[in-house]
């Protein structure tokens, strides 16, 4: 047996020592002087401003206008990703056709098109929802094109043999075996969506997160400003963490109706 197999687990309590220590030493250095208040303010500051925002109700508000930006533009590249996905993963011929235009413009980094997007749609909604749509397209269209081009063909002509009409063979072989994929697509989308609304929504905002963070600067509030890039990151892990709980379920799903 080699000694990654018997590494035992270390609990979940224990994963958050490292942490407290951090934040601790952390406190102990502003209190101290040690770390300076305008350059990085103590956690406690930090608690205290974004208690401030949630008790006036400017937190609700920016977190409802820019979830309302990320569910519409994660929509909009989710069907567009996920179609395209599926036509180039299932046909030779579109993949020739289409892939090498999509890679062409993956190459573009997509949040350097922000100049661009402001020329064209003006500096109001969509520019920024469709920076997050690109943002979301790429990693949902790579992984689903990968996913269904990896079926087995033998699978297919399994269910050749057994009968199986077009819903059923998209019930039974295709969806299964493309599913691993296209949940690894949703996972890189979901971190692509919120990295995308970040740098949108310094676009001229005036509502949203981004609005909240940018006025906090204006007015040197850098302990708001981290408060705000906070809600950012535990929003980006709470989405991450819903799409693996699905991902358990549905395969939880799929396996107890194979065990029947």
Not at 31 to 45: C, D, F, K, N, Q
Not at 46 to 65: C, P, Q, R, T, Y
Not at 84 to 101: N, Q, W
Not at 117 to 123: H, K, L, Q, R, T
Request: proline letters at 5%; charged letters at 15%; aromatic letters at 8%.
């Amino acid at each position: 047996m080699t000694a990654l197999a018997t590494r035992p687990r270390v609990a979940v309590p224990t994963r958050i020592i490292s942490p407290i220590v951090v934040l601790v030493l952390w406190q102990l250095g502003s209190m101290l002087g040690l770390i300076s208040e305008r350059v990085l303010p103590a956690p406690i500051t930090i608690a205290s401003a974004g208690w401030e925002v949630l008790v006036n109700g400017k937190l609700f508000d920016a977190l409802m206008i820019s979830g309302q930006r990320v569910i519409i533009g994660f929509l909009i590249g989710a069907i567009i990703g996920i179609s395209l996905g599926v036509i180039t993963g299932m046909s030779r011929l579109a993949d020739t056709a289409i892939d090498p235009l999509l890679q062409a413009a993956r190459a573009l980094p997509h949040l350097g098109l922000v100049p661009l997007f402001i020329i064209w749609f003006g500096i109001g909604e969509l520019p920024k929802v469709l920076i997050i749509s690109l943002g979301v397209l790429f990693p949902l269209y790579l992984n689903t094109a990968s996913g269904f081009r990896q079926i087995d063909p033998k699978l297919l002509e399994a269910g050749e043999v057994m009968g199986f009409n077009v819903r059923q063979k998209l019930r039974n072989i295709v969806i299964p075996s493309a599913a691993p994929q296209l949940f690894v697509g949703l996972r890189q989308a979901s971190a692509a969506a919120w990295l995308s609304l970040i740098v949108a929504e310094q676009v001229n905002a005036r509502e949203g997160l981004g609005f909240l963070i940018n006025n906090a600067r204006d007015f040197y509030r850098t302990d708001l400003v981290i408060f705000g890039l906070i809600v950012y990151a535990t929003l980006g892990l709470l989405s991450e963490a819903l799409i693996r709980a699905w991902e358990r379920h549905t395969f939880r799903y799929r396996n107890n109706e194979t065990a029947r």
